[in-house]
């Protein structure tokens, strides 16, 4: 089963559209809308793993230029 998390991330001013841009190329990404309140951009993120989320997170989100803060929720299964 494929670990899922939302990914709530803050961006530098007029840096929204480019990192939107950046963030849908990103393997696994299954959503990335840009929103209003607190946080510009709100992405979905499906790994196989918990080690997935990370590394992807870490190493794929956190290099894109123009995002200042990110915020991970992992998606917990309620039967």
Known sequence: MATRSFILIETAVGKTRDV???LRQ???MK???AVTG???VVAVLEAPDLNGVGETVTQKVHT???IVRTI???VVPIP
Do not use: I
């Open 64 to 66: 894109v230029p123009g």
């Open 31 to 33: 959503s990335v809308e």
């Open 72 to 74: 991970t929720c992992l």
């Open 20 to 22: 939107v841009t950046a």
């Open 38 to 40: 607190p946080y510009d």
């Open 26 to 28: 990103v393997k696994g």
